[in-house]
């Protein structure tokens, strides 16, 4: 599986638009890139995903180069209930890579 | 809809105790997993399982950990004996990805919460 490399911390002030980058130049043609969240003591939480083409929801959106080989997460407006760890993964687009591998995020700090 | 479902949030045991983990995946998620999170970490595998079969558990440290999942429904995790580095979260996860096209969402609980003094 692809590997991902995320700065360790970001901050962002409360109301302006969080860019979270992401390099994942290994990743092969089936795999999609995801981004989780993990805020203090819960569980991690599904952001967005995709494959090569940008998306958007009602949280985020994903911005994927065209070769592949890096992302940026946008938060449009951030707020304070944002502050938490943010995980960019490449998910394998076979059964025999079905698991999400975590590395350690860029913990993103929303200032008031 | 309900979401993973984990027991118990928090657990205090001594070194050497015995101790187990339930979950309660997503109805119908053919796909459950575990994993340990220890403090500053991202989450890491233990074991996936597909239906009843435990598909991968290359990082289940067999000596002490066991884990099953009866009826391809809820699951176990067990440590026996407890040792002080158990301390850790342990969080499972469902998904319901059958293994083409788009893997869609993977599903996690809140995770159990394991102290060992």
């Known amino acids: 599986d692809a590997k991902t490399t995320q700065p360790p911390s970001m901050d962002c002030a409360e109301g302006r638009a969080a860019n979270l980058p992401c390099n994942h130049s290994t990743i092969s043609g089936n795999e999609y890139v995801y981004w989780y969240r993990q805020i203090h003591s819960q569980g991690p939480q599904y952001i967005i995903h995709g494959l090569k083409n940008n998306k958007t929801n009602e949280m985020a959106s994903l911005i994927i180069t065209e070769d592949r080989k890096s992302s940026t997460l946008i938060l449009p407006h951030a707020t304070l209930r944002d502050t938490a760890v943010y995980y960019c993964?490449?998910?394998?687009?076979?059964?025999?890579?079905?698991?999400?591998?975590f590395g350690t995020g860029t913990r993103l700090t929303v200032i008031p | 809809e309900a979401g993973v479902v984990q027991s118990p949030r928090y657990k205090i045991i001594e070194k050497k105790q015995p101790v187990a983990f339930w979950c309660n995946p997503i109805?119908?998620?053919?796909?459950l997993y575990w994993y340990l999170q220890n403090l500053g970490q991202g989450p890491e595998l233990l074991i996936r399982y597909e239906n009843e079969e435990a598909v991968d558990d290359s990082q289940l440290p067999k000596d002490r950990f066991s884990a099953e999942r009866l009826k391809g429904v809820d699951s176990t995790l067990k440590i026996q004996p407890a040792e002080l580095g158990d301390s850790a979260v342990y969080l499972c996860?469902?998904?319901?990805?059958?293994?083409?096209?788009?893997?869609?969402?993977?599903?996690f609980g809140e995770g159990s919460r394991l102290t060992v003094l």
């Open positions: 996860a469902s998904s319901s990805w059958t293994g083409t096209g788009d893997p869609g969402e993977l599903f």
């Open positions: 993964i490449v998910r394998g687009g076979s059964t025999g890579a079905n698991n999400l591998f």
């Open positions: 109805s119908g998620h053919n796909t």
